[in-house]
């Protein structure tokens, strides 16, 4: 056994440690496989108010604990009990069971002896440990029939199933006791002590009951993410790289190492030297993995060497020598460099900012990759740890999930404090065990009732309060309102212009960017007329969505004052759309990179602007620069500097994607009497969380959108005209449950297409890759807006799917030769149709305006944006690249055509994957940035398949009626080849399937 780790409490404020007593496990929990361990999380998660009000039970809610408690023993970092038993399994013995290693196939083969049980086979599975759906459902029709007819108790089919769990359990004891005695035999058992949980919970004292729930609530769902990279992390190399969670990269130097930049720099269009970057060469497996340009916090470790990166860097000793020497040089006066902080000693190597490295540019085609430390302390580091970055020996590359954001919310929560003449929701606190509540709620001064109590817990009062010295009424006239907004579009202006608090629900493409740019333009009008300064806040929660807004109200400002400021982190590359801008309009706008750190003196001059305004800026940023750019040069555990008077009016666009928490890093930054617009769409993608909203919370627990909606009770102004996309389009979003009123402007629209006519040989120059047939073209029918292209899959593609891949580089060379600029049949404001050129899309409008492709993993919009690069090598990189995107990324975009490629058809991966692929409010997303044209490749099995999950076989059953239902079939099958990776020509037999 090894000693017991010690165990530290960090002081938030003073930065001192304080040593605990260690809370050592006295029970290891046995779960057999992923899926199991996936449905304890969602159990934790959706009922966390009744765990954590069961003394028996409240535990359950800290095995994935936060990192609070320190660990300094290098085999104690691990932070939950768990253990998941089939991969040990299938690494160490080999039982006679054919195809795969369920539960109950390997039991009965191996057990320590004493099993005797007769299974039933319906409650089983050939290839799943996991009850068969069809029971399932049996037992939910079960259970609402009783409850209908008011019956108590069990039913016989509840009790068989409570008997089969229970052979279950009993199997799985069996197999565990068999496997550690085994283990023990062979000496592969670890020796290590049992982890400490952290049972002692980390809590807010002095705040509201909200501000309590929405910070344990965040803590665990970054305890989620961190255990999931966690346990990535300890399966072997092998498997990290086979499940596209790690990548096994070899370092490339000299004359290679340059050419292969080179390479990579003119496919970038960047100018990366070798100074700023390490070059590797990525494994033919690990080409697919699951990350992409721009991903930070990723670790290198050598492959030989597992758990390293578990290691706490205070069990080398080269660096605590270090360190010893660094406090008796401070003592003396001397000075000995130090390639990490103080703290980082008791940190494990993955949590330590010094050792992570970013991916600059990546070619998977090729298998390189370019990576850039974020230190210049990097290579210093490694040597203390003993690992040569310049080695050529075989390295992983892995990134395990850390939490950035607690520390801010948590300096944020408590610098609010308890707002005065409000009532407190104390059922909130229902959700909390004790430990976790903190100190009692205390009424403080009124310099603590700030302007965000009007947002946060007075919603509708605020939303009935006019805005102070308004005149909407002679900015309507002056800027023709009621003439270039239509009626909704002219109620959400107004409603901005006169009201404190503006709620406007604006699904796509029903103008809402539109809307905020006038409201935006007549509150600079309105400051210029008064003779006030004022200072302006654009925000959302990604730079995206910043600039989808900040760089088309430049446009409408060009006859103001206005001056515009842009704040990005420091290291962040500028957008290629900014750049342009800032080219074009470098009298009035600028871009700042921030240094929370090291503030620059720009930053200190904008700081200066803010504080003691002149005229009229306008800010735009996202929530946490914000915060940033307030605590620039400060203690970030003061909580003074959270409360700042800055801004006049704020807007917070694609609001139904900013977590409610996140919010008060803005609203915690409004001056007194301040105006608020938040505009969003909540049938649109949330804010992503790993942990399930405990019942009756999801409101509190969502979206600010959703917030202030339902909590704080403000009606918005719903925008109902679609100006985007045709009819058909449309009607795809009242099957994903838009209501009827939202309709199109131009209904009939359609791609224009120049020359085109469905050729009966191939073309000049197509691919060598995909077999030449008249279907690719026939795909593309613009009198069939919406097409659905069905098949099955014999590959069981993963998160890559090379026929996908190549049917999506087949319709783009299509598109590339024919696709022309604007659309046919578009209506302007008169109702009369506008004028469709006849020419051809240049090379950004194709990428940046004309074709889309959207992907549910990463890896699968690499493969995609690859494809595209090497069949289009004269196009721009960059507006290659910005037409692939995930969902998520692609929010707030639009194109003329829109692909969307869910790639999976293994069965296995969809069932670990089924909540996210079959979320509605995902398919909205992909669907609504279409405007002419639509098509969706999806697996017969992804069809076919039915989840164990009631929720989310509810939310499936979307894609199922889309593709069955709302699409009908155009024929009979097609068949459509492309090459896969080995070269072979496999043919997949389609069923198209269109909506007109």
């Not at 409850?147 to 409570?162: A, D, H, M």
Request: proline residues 6%; neutral net charge.
């Amino acid at each position: 056994m090894s000693a017991p780790p010690t165990c530290w409490k960090v002081d938030e404020r003073t930065g001192e440690t304080k040593m605990l007593d260690p809370k050592r496990s006295r029970y290891q929990i046995y779960l057999w496989d992923e899926a199991q361990q996936r449905h304890l999380q969602r159990l934790v998660s959706r009922h966390l108010e009744a765990l954590l009000q069961d003394p028996e039970l409240q535990d359950l809610a800290w095995l994935f604990p936060s990192g609070e408690l320190l660990q300094q023993a290098e085999d104690a970092t691990r932070a939950a009990p768990l253990t998941i038993v089939q991969p040990i399994l299938e690494a160490f013995v080999a039982v006679p069971v054919p195809h795969h290693y369920t539960l109950m196939s390997v039991v009965p083969a191996y057990n320590d002896g004493f099993w005797s049980w007769r299974r039933n086979d319906r409650f089983y599975d050939e290839l799943s440990s996991l009850l068969p759906p069809e029971r399932i459902h049996e037992v939910w029709e079960d259970s609402a029939a009783r409850l209908t007819r008011e019956e108590t108790g069990s039913s016989g089919l509840q009790q068989t199933l409570i008997t089969e769990a229970g052979k279950k359990l009993d199997a799985l004891e069996q197999v565990q006791r068999r496997l550690e005695a085994d283990l023990r035999k062979r000496r592969a058992a670890s020796t290590s002590s049992a982890p400490v949980v952290g049972y002692e919970s980390l809590s807010l004292n002095g705040v509201a009951y909200e501000s309590q729930l929405w910070f344990q609530y965040h803590r665990l769902n970054a305890a989620l993410q961190q255990f999931e990279s966690e346990f990535a992390y300890c399966l072997p190399p092998a498997e990290r790289v086979a499940k596209f969670k790690a990548a096994e990269l070899t370092r490339l130097r000299g004359a290679e190492a340059e050419r292969e930049l080179d390479r990579l720099n003119k496919q970038a269009g960047t100018r990366y030297r070798l100074q700023d970057v390490m070059v590797f060469r990525m494994t033919p497996e690990s080409r697919d993995v699951n990350l992409r340009s721009s991903d930070i916090g990723l670790c290198l470790s050598p492959k030989d060497q597992p758990g390293l990166l578990m290691r706490t860097l205070g069990s080398f000793g080269p660096a605590r020598d270090l360190y010893v020497r660094f406090k008796q040089a401070q003592k003396s006066g001397r000075t000995v460099p130090l390639p990490f902080s103080p703290g980082d000693l008791k940190k494990p190597l993955w949590q330590v900012m010094n050792f992570s490295v970013s991916i600059e540019l990546l070619d998977r085609r090729s298998g390189l990759v370019a990576l850039r430390p974020l230190s210049d302390q990097y290579e210093n580091l490694c040597r203390l740890l003993g690992f040569d970055p310049f080695a050529t020996a075989p390295v992983m590359l892995d990134r395990l999930q850390r939490d950035f954001f607690a520390k801010k919310i948590g300096i944020t929560l408590k610098a609010m404090g308890v707002p005065e003449n409000v009532v407190l929701d104390q059922r909130t606190l229902a959700h909390l065990k004790p430990a976790a509540r903190g100190a009692p709620p205390r009424r403080r001064s009124r310099e603590w009732d700030g302007p965000w109590v009007d947002f946060i817990w007075r919603g509708r009062a605020t939303a009935a309060a006019a805005r102070p010295g308004h005149r909407a009424q002679v900015l309507a006239e002056e800027l023709k309102i009621d003439a270039t907004l239509n009626e909704r579009q002219a109620d959400a202006w107004r409603s901005a212009l006169t009201q404190r608090l503006t709620l406007i629900w604006g699904p796509p493409g029903t103008g809402k960017s539109k809307t905020l740019r006038s409201v935006l333009k007549a509150v600079v009008r309105e400051a210029e007329l008064l003779g006030q300064p004022r200072v302006i806040l654009i925000t959302a929660n990604t730079y995206t969505a910043v600039d989808n807004i900040l760089l088309d109200v430049l446009g409408e400002l060009q006859v103001t004052s206005a001056e515009v400021v842009r704040v990005q982190r420091e290291g962040r590359e500028t957008d290629a759309r900014v750049t342009e801008a800032l080219a074009q309009h470098a009298e009035r706008f600028r871009s700042v990179d921030l240094d929370r750190w090291a503030p620059s003196e720009e930053v200190d001059e904008l700081l200066g602007r803010i504080g003691v305004p002149q005229g009229v800026l306008i800010l735009g940023a996202p929530a946490i620069q914000v915060h940033n750019l307030a605590y620039a040069g400060k203690d970030e555990a003061t909580q003074q500097w959270a409360r700042r008077a800055w801004f006049d009016y704020v807007v917070i666009d694609e609001a139904s994607q900013m977590d409610a928490v996140t919010s008060t890093l803005v609203f915690t930054k409004t001056k007194p009497e301040a105006t608020v617009v938040l505009a969003g769409d909540d049938k649109q993608l949330p804010p992503i969380h790993a942990a399930e909203k405990p019942e009756g919370r999801q409101s509190l627990l969502g979206s600010v959108y959703e917030y202030v909606k339902d909590i704080g009770r403000v009606k918005p102004v719903e925008l109902n005209v679609n100006y985007r996309s045709n009819g058909a389009i449309v009607r795809v979003a009242h099957l994903a449950g838009y209501a009827g009123d939202l309709h199109a402007r131009s209904k009939d629209m359609r791609l224009n297409l120049q020359a085109w006519e469905v050729p009966a040989e191939a073309p000049e120059g197509w691919p060598a890759t995909i077999t030449w047939s008249p279907e690719w073209y026939r795909l593309l029918d613009p009198d069939a807006p919406v097409t659905c292209v069905v098949y099955d899959d014999l590959a069981l593609s993963g998160q890559v799917n090379d026929f996908e891949v190549g049917a999506a580089s087949a319709l783009a060379w299509i598109l590339r030769r024919h696709l022309g600029k604007g659309a046919r049949g578009r209506l302007d404001s008169a109702g009369g149709e506008i004028e469709c050129p006849a020419i051809l899309a240049d090379d950004r409008h194709f990428w940046k305006e004309g074709l889309g492709v959207v992907a549910p993993h990463k890896a699968m919009v690499s493969k995609v944006a690859d494809s595209f690069r090497h069949l289009f090598p004269g196009d721009p990189a960059d507006a290659v690249a910005s037409a692939v995107d995930t969902v998520e990324r692609f929010q707030g975009q639009e194109r003329e055509v829109m692909l969307a490629v869910f790639g999976l058809g293994d069965t296995e991966m969809i069932s670990s994957e089924a909540e996210f692929l079959y979320d509605l409010r995902r398919f909205n997303v992909m669907a609504s940035r279409a405007r002419n044209k639509l098509i969706v490749f999806v697996t017969r099995a992804l069809l076919d398949f039915m989840a164990n999950d009631k929720d989310v076989l509810e939310q499936s059953g979307l894609l199922k009626r889309f593709a069955e239902l709302h699409c009908q079939p155009a024929g009979a099958p097609v068949d459509l080849c492309v090459e896969n990776e080995r070269g072979e020509a496999v043919p997949r037999s389609c069923e198209v399937r269109v909506a007109r």
